[in-house]
């Protein structure tokens, strides 16, 4: 029992639990957002955005093409969602945040020859073994 304890108790399996909780919920968020949101002012835009009545038939097998064009302006407009209201606001706030902090000491420099990434200590490059100053 004591391995077991160990074993949810890890930091992996705990983050890995919080973190398909959030996606749960946060997955919740943003489909409201199309659906409620976005899909609405899309149809009031354009006028009604369900194109499911589209059908081509060959053969006598039915092609939903509409389906198809649902399923694609969906995923656009999720991604759009998740881009412009979240990735893009977070990218700008971590940007603020380390606008003060200095740049890490490089640690390679590229070799004069091959234009390979070597250590900044070597004194010959591994790719070509030309002397590097």
């Known amino acids: 029992m ?3 304890k160990q074993f949810l108790l890890r930091g992996n399996v705990l983050d890995l639990a919080v973190a398909v909780v959030m996606g749960t919920a946060f997955t919740a968020v943003v489909t409201a957002l199309v659906k409620d949101l976005l899909t609405p002012l ?7 955005p369900d194109f499911s009545a ?26 759009a969602a998740v881009y412009f209201f979240i990735v893009l606001p977070v990218n700008t ?11 890490p000491d490089p ?12 250590a900044i200590a070597a004194r010959r490059c591994a790719f070509c073994t030309s002397a590097l100053a």
């Open 107 to 118: 640690t390679t420099k590229k070799c004069p020859e091959c234009m390979s990434e070597v």
């Open 54 to 79: 589209f059908a081509v038939q060959v053969n006598g097998s039915k092609l939903l093409i509409g389906d198809f064009l649902n399923a694609v302006i969906s995923f656009v407009m999720l991604a």
């Open 42 to 48: 899309l149809g009031a835009i354009v006028g009604t």
């Open 93 to 103: 706030l971590v940007a603020r945040m380390r606008r003060g902090e200095a740049a």
């Open 2 to 4: 004591n391995g077991f």
